[in-house]
C-alpha cells in the first residue's frame, strides 16, 4: 500500500490543490485544527504499516475507513471467544476485550478487563500477518502446484516445460544446484525439500510485502516472529541431522589442552550454534523491515511537504515519486536476494553440520 | 505492536500454516519437479551418449561400405578378366573346330569326287571296250570276209591262249 497508494494521493492532491483550494485552505489558517487533523502521524503512518494490526487497513476514501475485519481469537478468563475485529474498532470494548491505547502496557493487543486489572488474554487471532501469511502461502502453493502440474500431462524426458513452468522450473533447479547442492554436498537431496519451501517463502512473502495494494503489502518478512521461525527451523535442520565431526568440533575441537579444561573453546562453538541462526534472523527482518520503512518514508515525503506550497510539494512530490520507483525496483532485487541468502547461508550451515573429518 | 519481540499469535499460525505449505510442496511440489528433471538429465546424457555411440558407428559403416565398393569393383574387375579369356578360349576352339570340319568335308568331298571320277572312268572304260569291240567287229567283218584269213585268226588265237596257259 506504499506505491500505489502514494501516487494515487499525488494525483488527489493535485486535483484537490486546484480546485478545492479554498477547503484547504480553510483549516490551515487555524494552526490547532492543522495539529489536529491535517498533519501526517509520521510514528502511526510508519508503524501501521509494517507493524501488525487486528483488521486490515485497505485505503481510506473520503476519510472513511475501508478495513477488513479478521475473526479475533482469544483465550481470557472468561475462556474461548471469537469475533469479528470490527467489534473492537476505535477503542470500543466488546465481552470485557478491548485494543490497549496507545501508551498503555500491551499497547496496540488485545487486552481484556478483569476487575480493575488489564490482562493479556491468550491470543491466537488472525491477525494482519497472519491473513496476509495466509494469503500469500496459498499463492506460493498454488504458483508451485501449476509449475509441478505440467510433469503430470507431458514426459519430462521427452521436453523440457516452457512459459510458467519453465520459469518454476528454472527457478527451482536455480536454488538445487547452485544452492543446495553445491553448499551441502552429497545429501542434499535430503535438506532440499525445506530448503526449497523456505527459499519461495521467503521469496513469495517478499515480492507480496513489495505490492503496495490489498492482497500484498502486509510486512511479513520483515517481522521477527516469522524469521524467528525459519531461523529455528535452520537450527533445528543444522543440530538435529548434524554429525559425530560437527558435535566433536563444538565440544573437543582441535585446539590446545588449556583451551578445553577452562572451556573457552566449547564455549565460543556453543554461542556460535545460536548465533548462526540468529544472524539469519536479524538479517532477513532488518532487511525487509529496512526496506518497508523506506520506501514508507520516500512516500511520506508527498505529504509532509504539503504545507511548504504548491511548487515545493509539486518538485518534492516528483523526486519523492522517482525515487519511490527506484526503492521498489531495488527492493524487488532485495526480495530475491535475501530468499537466497537465507537459503544459502541455510545450506552452508547444514553443511557444516554433515562434514567429514579432513584424511590425515 | 513491538517490532522485535516475536508474537506468540503469529508464531502458532507461522507454525501452522509453513508446516502445511511444507508437507504440500514437499509431497507434490519440489520432489516432482526436481525428480523429473533428474529425470531428463539421465535422459540427456544417455542420449548423446548413444548418439555418440551411433556416430562412431556410421563412421565404421561408411568405412566398411568403402571397402566393400573397393572389394566390389576388384571382383567386378577379375569377373570381365575371366570373361575376356573364356572369350577368347572359346572363339579359338570354334575356329579351330570349325577348320577341322571344314578339313574333314573337304576330304570327304576330295574321296567322293574320286570314287566318282573311278567310277565314270571305268564306264568310259568299258564304254570305251564295247565301242572298240564293235569297231574291232565290223573291221573284222570286213577282213574275215576270205576263209584264210578266218582260219589265220583262229590259229594265232589258240597260240596265243595256249601260250598263256603255259605261262600260267
Keep these: 500500500m506504499r506505491r500505489l497508494k502514494g501516487f494515487i494521493l499525488v494525483v488527489f492532491m493535485a486535483i484537490a490543490m486546484v480546485a478545492a483550494a479554498p477547503a484547504v485552505a480553510m483549516p490551515a489558517s487555524s494552526h490547532d485544527a492543522t495539529e489536529e487533523s491535517g498533519e501526517l502521524d509520521m510514528n502511526e503512518y510508519l508503524f501501521g504499516h509494517i507493524g501488525d494490526s487486528y483488521g486490515w487497513h485497505v485505503t481510506t476514501i473520503n476519510g472513511h475507513h475501508v478495513t477488513i475485519p479478521l475473526p479475533v481469537i482469544v483465550h481470557g478468563k472468561s475462556g474461548w471467544h471469537v469475533f469479528s475485529s470490527s467489534k473492537l474498532a476505535h477503542g470500543e470494548s466488546y465481552k470485557g476485550f478491548h485494543v490497549a491505547e496507545k501508551g498503555e502496557k500491551y499497547e496496540g493487543k488485545v487486552v481484556e478487563q478483569v476487575d480493575s486489572d488489564v490482562v493479556k488474554p491468550f491470543d491466537i487471532s488472525i491477525t494482519k500477518n497472519v491473513f496476509g501469511l495466509m494469503i500469500n502461502s496459498l499463492v506460493l502453493v498454488i504458483l508451485v502446484l501449476l509449475g509441478a502440474r505440467w510433469y503430470k500431462k507431458h514426459d519430462a524426458r521427452e521436453e523440457a516445460p516452457k512459459g510458467f513452468a519453465g520459469i518454476v522450473e528454472m527457478m527451482v533447479m536455480m536454488v538445487e544446484e547452485d544452492i543446495i547442492k553445491e553448499c551441502i554436498g552429497k545429501d542434499y537431496k535430503r535438506y532440499s525439500p525445506y530448503l526449497l519451501t523456505a527459499f519461495f517463502f521467503i521469496f513469495v512473502n517478499n515480492l507480496m510485502g513489495i505490492v503496495p495494494f490489498f492482497p500484498g503489502g502486509a510486512n511479513i518478512t520483515g517481522n521477527i516472529a516469522i524469521t524467528f521461525f525459519l531461523a529455528m527451523c535452520t537450527f533445528l535442520a543444522v543440530n538435529l541431522f548434524g554429525n559425530k565431526h560437527y558435535y566433536k568440533e563444538i565440544f573437543w575441537p582441535d585446539v590446545p589442552m588449556f583451551l578445553k579444561v577452562i572451556p573457552l573453546m566449547p564455549l565460543i562453538e556453543i554461542i556460535g550454534m545460536f548465533t548462526k541462526p540468529f544472524s539469519l534472523m536479524i538479517r532477513l527482518f532488518a532487511n525487509i523491515l529496512a526496506g518497508h520503512v523506506m520506501i514508507l518514508g520516500v512516500v511520506a515525503v508527498v505529504f509532509l511537504t504539503a504545507k511548504l506550497g504548491v511548487g515545493m510539494n509539486a518538485g518534492l512530490s516528483l523526486i519523492s515519486v522517482l525515487f519511490g520507483v527506484f526503492m521498489d525496483v531495488l527492493e524487488f532485487l532485495v526480495a530475491f536476494l535475501q530468499a537466497y541468502v537465507f537459503t544459502m547461508l541455510s545450506s552452508v550451515f547444514i553443511g557444516l553440520s554433515r562434514q567429514e573429518p579432513e584424511e590425515e | ?168
Design chain 2, 1 to 168: 505492536m513491538s517490532l522485535i519481540t516475536p508474537d506468540f499469535g503469529l508464531l502458532f499460525w507461522m507454525t501452522l500454516i509453513f508446516a502445511i505449505v511444507f508437507f504440500v510442496l514437499a509431497k507434490f511440489g519440489f520432489p516432482i519437479i526436481t525428480g523429473m528433471v533428474d529425470e531428463r538429465n539421465v535422459r540427456i546424457s544417455e542420449s548423446l551418449r548413444k548418439a555418440r555411440e551411433a556416430e562412431a558407428a556410421l563412421n565404421e559403416l561408411s568405412v566398411r561400405q568403402k571397402e566393400m565398393i573397393e572389394q566390389a569393383r576388384q571382383e567386378q574387375a577379375a569377373i570381365l578378366k575371366d570373361a575376356a579369356q573364356v572369350r577368347d578360349a572359346m572363339i579359338a576352339q570354334a575356329k579351330t573346330q570349325a577348320s577341322d570340319e571344314a578339313a574333314k568335308i573337304v576330304a570327304q568331298a576330295r574321296t567322293q569326287i574320286a570314287a566318282e571320277k573311278e567310277s565314270a572312268m571305268a564306264e568310259v572304260r568299258s564304254q570305251l571296250a564295247e565301242l572298240s569291240v564293235a569297231v574291232a567287229e565290223k573291221v573284222m567283218r570286213t577282213q574275215l570276209e576270205s576263209d584264210k584269213a578266218q582260219v589265220e585268226l583262229v590259229n594265232r588265237m589258240v597260240e596265243e591262249l595256249s601260250r598263256n596257259q603255259k605261262m600260267n
